[in-house]
């Protein structure tokens, strides 16, 4: 009996410092320096957490210039649409990311009997220009058209520096 009632004399002190009453930070261990702030305050003042992703980065701007010239123009049929093929000649050697981008960036679709217009764009490398014979300065670039648009479709423009072709579908 008398060991009976040391060890629940013990396992009450023992399981005191457990209880969630207001005096209960000071005997129980696990509690020890915690802070009292809710955790939504904690994350958003902490310098330790990072405001932005480390794994994302942020989407550079195109730097594209206007290519000098547009070779040739051709639209593909393909499955659900068309392909609009450019090829296009730039001023130097080493043009890279070469995109068509579209004049009005803020149409979403084309209405009937409305036409498309972009401007082929290149981004060169920094550093000295260097010159090579036409054929090696070429540079293609392609855009899919869908179906629905093919339709309302009456003309597609694209434009360079120098010139600028015209398809009707």
């Known amino acids: 009996m008398r060991f ?40 958003a003042s902490n310098p330790l957490i990072p405001q932005r992703s480390a794994l994302i980065r942020a989407e550079a701007p195109y730097n594209g210039v206007a ?32 995109a ?14 409305q036409n498309l217009s972009y401007t082929l764009k290149a981004e060169y490398p920094k550093g000295r220009a260097r010159t090579a014979p036409p054929r090696a300065r070429e540079v293609s670039a392609a855009l899919f058209l869908p179906d629905t648009q093919m339709r309302t479709l009456n003309e597609i423009r694209v434009k360079a520096a120098q010139n600028m072709r015209t398809l009707r579908p």
């Open 4 to 43: 009976m009632l040391t060890t629940a004399l013990l396992s009450a002190l023992a399981l005191q410092g457990c209880s969630s009453g207001s005096g209960s930070r000071a005997l129980n261990p696990f509690k020890w320096g915690a802070k009292t702030e809710s955790p939504e305050a904690a994350t």
């Open 67 to 98: 290519l000098e010239q547009i070779l040739q123009l051709s639209l593909e049929p393909a499955a659900g649409g068309a392909i609009l093929r450019v090829t296009g000649l730039s001023a130097t050697l080493g043009a890279y990311n070469v």
């Open 100 to 113: 068509l981008i579209p004049d009005d960036p803020t149409e979403q679709g084309v209405a009937a009997g």
